[in-house]
């Protein structure tokens, strides 16, 4: 293996991808990257992914590394932390089998992953599930013991200008498989008209699909410029003794911003909002719903999902998977079977038609003539 590429490097992913370009050399420090994370690298199809940690660990079945060789791009892993200081941005790199050289000089060198480490790590994952999964649930219990007075209870939510009462709100959040599903929903979206609310690059998520968002809700890590000044309505989550760290890139934009102080995720905050405002559905986008998706996100626990959950249940329908349940596009066979059932009736009146008679006599005289009958 022989490949050359200008190296662009970055910690966290979801910065690195507003900066790498397509034959570069992406650079990161992703220990279990997960299936946004991977999305995001394939959509720009670097020549190959240096990661300072290992791409799948066995704790649990992370898809990242997976669906990123499977897309054809080489992952070299574990190739240390030291790389950073090593490398410059835009700099020329060249990696030869598993080094990695700056002109003449060995910078590194790592392991490079193959789909059969792969699918060994996703067998030592599945052995460790049960053990991941009872310390999961006893983060989940303790996280819920902790915020279950301030989330069932009467919440002081800020003071809204968009309309939500009796209406449909869609929360999209860039999760797992947005784009499908946001792609098999928008005959939905463009029917029903829901208030659209954009959990921090779900907003982007959003303008990619040429809808603009009403509300955007998060912490204001990983949202555009672009959408913050779109002219949605901003709510800052902040935490529960009131600190909001993302507040301040809003208010160094010129933008006025709400606070909700809050615990847990950004995504239970939006569905709380549009619960006490009175939507009569939810329909959520991307969201994290299950063990995986948050020891993806870094989180031990989902306390405060599962009782929003269970508060905003009744009218919350989630979105995830529509693609694969509901495709647009009819099997070849059932097109043609459609095209002859429509050419029956087409055929049988140009047949009895006294106007065309003669056209299929003429026919039917030079096919005898033809095969001598």
């Not at 590429?5 to 997960?34: E, F, Q, S």
Request: aromatic share 6%; no cysteine; glycine share 8%.
């Amino acid at each position: 293996m022989l490949i050359k590429g200008r190296a662009r490097l970055d910690r966290r992913t979801k910065n690195l991808v507003k900066r790498l370009r397509k034959n570069d050399i992406a650079i990161i420090d992703h220990d279990d990257i997960d299936e946004v994370a991977a999305n995001s690298l394939i959509d720009i199809r670097p020549q190959m992914i240096i990661n300072t940690q290992a791409s799948i660990t066995g704790k649990y079945p992370a898809k990242g590394a997976y669906k990123i060789l499977k897309a054809g791009i080489p992952i070299l892993d574990e190739v240390g932390e030291e790389i950073f200081d090593e490398v410059r941005e835009g700099s020329l790199l060249i990696v030869r089998d598993e080094e990695v050289y700056s002109g003449n000089r060995k910078i590194t060198e790592g392991r490079q992953l193959t789909l059969e480490d792969v699918d060994h790590k996703w067998k030592e994952a599945n052995e460790n599930a049960k053990a991941q999964l009872d310390h999961f649930v006893e983060n989940t219990l303790e996280y819920a013991k902790k915020e279950k007075d301030i989330l069932l209870g009467n919440l002081e939510v800020p003071p809204l200008q968009t309309p939500i009462l009796g209406r449909h709100v869609l929360i999209v959040v860039r999760g797992s498989s947005y784009k499908e599903d946001l792609r098999a929903i928008n005959s939905y979206i463009q029917e029903e008209d829901p208030v659209l609310i954009g959990v921090d690059g779900g907003a982007d998520a959003l303008l990619e699909f040429g809808l603009k968002p009403d509300i955007i809700v998060g912490d204001m890590d990983s949202v555009s410029d672009e959408a913050l000044q779109s002219g949605a309505e901003i709510v800052v989550h902040a935490y529960a003794n009131g600190n909001a760290p993302g507040l301040q890139r809003v208010e160094d934009m010129g933008l006025s911003a709400l606070i909700f102080p809050m615990p847990g995720t950004s995504e239970d905050v939006a569905m709380v909002l549009a619960w006490e405002y009175g939507a009569s559905l939810l329909v959520a986008v991307g969201t994290h719903s299950n063990m995986i998706d948050f020891l993806e996100k870094g989180r031990p626990g989902m306390g405060s999902t599962f009782l929003v959950r269970m508060k905003v249940g009744s009218i919350l329908v989630d979105a995830r998977g529509v693609s694969q349940l509901y495709q647009q596009s009819l099997p070849r066979k059932y097109l043609l079977q459609l095209f002859i059932a429509a050419l029956v009736p087409i055929i049988t009146v140009l047949m009895i038609s006294p106007a065309t008679q003669p056209f299929f006599r003429i026919i039917s005289l030079q096919l005898k003539l033809l095969f001598s009958m």
